[in-house]
């Protein structure tokens, strides 16, 4: 199901560059001038996060902390969607082992980088709708390219957005915008976003939003990286606790939520939405 990774280094003059799988569904590229880590996901069309995409981000994470890069900015290598939340192929007339798995990867995937003591960014070079703004809602600081969405819609499908999910969220919105945002299902436009905190910057371009997450790692080149990594970990370590002690009941709330018989007519519809928008497109 998982292939083991190949690692190809490439010189160390100019950026290094490792293909981070055999699958290819995330490349991480290191530049050897500032030693940050770029990790792109790449699952056309829309960067859906299936149970190998999620297995594929997790190894990526644990790949740079290894390498003891000075940094770690996510990105898509799609034009338009910078990741657009989990596979809905995966909780629709879903297999219970895969269904399974891709919610613990799931966690997996944002305990690895929300907890990661590194500095992180999100490049958000398009829509970051539900699992995609968990991610960029997961790092430190979010640049995001222009006429996009962001946002946590899980209840537009029926579904709730556990706790720990909302974390990150609610570390960058007041909880009254974070409560209003959830219950409407809002997904913010990028002026939206920037006006209510949710992204830190916007860029013309994602070379130009990569750049600016790199500035933004590059603050901290005169801080002190152990204080530094305790710090944001203090900061952090409470939301970590409290989704330790939830996530094995948490895998159970998902499953039996998404086998609901009004669940899954939910997102058979939804589905059907979406099938729909691509042929009044056509
Ligand atoms: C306390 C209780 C605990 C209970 C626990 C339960 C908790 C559950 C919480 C679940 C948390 C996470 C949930 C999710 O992530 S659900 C996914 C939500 N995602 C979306 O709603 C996004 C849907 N997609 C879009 O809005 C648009 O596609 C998008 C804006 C991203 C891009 O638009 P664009 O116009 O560029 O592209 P298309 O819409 O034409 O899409 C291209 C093709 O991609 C398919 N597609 C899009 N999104 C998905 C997806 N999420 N999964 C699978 N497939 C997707 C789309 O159908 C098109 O396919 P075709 O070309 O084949 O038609």
């Given at each position: 199901m998982f292939s ?19 699958s290819?569904l ?17 699952r056309?069309?829309v960067n859906g996060q299936n149970l190998e995409l999620l297995l594929d981000i997790k ?25 657009a939340g989990l596979d809905i192929l995966e909780m629709h007339k879903p297999d219970q082992q895969r269904l399974r798995a891709v919610w613990t990867e799931l966690q997996n995937v ?20 539900a699992g ?22 899980e209840?537009?499908l029926g579904i709730?957005?556990p ?84 996530r094995e009941q948490d895998v159970e709330n998902f499953l039996s939520l998404v086998n609901r018989p009004e669940v899954q007519k939910g997102i058979g519809a939804y589905l059907e939405?979406l099938k ?7």
């Amino acid at each position: 199901m998982f292939s083991p990774r190949v690692v190809s280094l490439v010189p160390r003059t100019g950026p290094r560059r490792f293909m981070s799988t055999a699958s290819k569904l995330t490349t991480v590229e290191v530049n050897d001038k500032t030693g940050i880590a770029t990790l792109t996901m790449c699952r056309p069309p829309v960067n859906g996060q299936n149970l190998e995409l999620l297995l594929d981000i997790k190894s990526s994470i644990k790949e740079i902390e290894n390498d003891s890069s000075r940094g770690l900015i996510i990105t898509s290598a799609s034009p338009k969607v910078f990741c657009a939340g989990l596979d809905i192929l995966e909780m629709h007339k879903p297999d219970q082992q895969r269904l399974r798995a891709v919610w613990t990867e799931l966690q997996n995937v944002w305990c690895a980088l929300y907890g990661i003591s590194m500095p992180t960014a999100a490049a958000i070079n398009g829509h970051a709708p539900a699992g995609g703004c968990l991610l960029a809602t997961a790092c430190e600081y979010r640049v995001m390219v222009p006429d996009c969405r962001i946002g946590l819609n899980e209840t537009q499908l029926g579904i709730i957005a556990p706790k720990w999910l909302v974390s990150g969220f609610l570390n960058i919105l007041p909880k009254r915008v974070a409560e209003r945002a959830l219950t409407q299902s809002r997904l913010f436009t990028t002026d939206e976003a920037l006006q209510e905190g949710l992204i830190d910057e916007i860029a013309n371009s994602k070379e130009e939003a990569v750049e600016k997450c790199a500035a933004f790692i590059g603050t901290f080149s005169k801080v002190n990286p152990v204080a530094r990594a305790l710090t944001k970990l203090q900061f952090r370590a409470e939301n970590l606790r409290q989704f330790h002690k939830e996530r094995e009941q948490d895998v159970e709330n998902f499953l039996s939520l998404v086998n609901r018989p009004e669940v899954q007519k939910g997102i058979g519809a939804y589905l059907e939405g979406l099938k729909k928008k691509k042929a009044n497109k056509q």
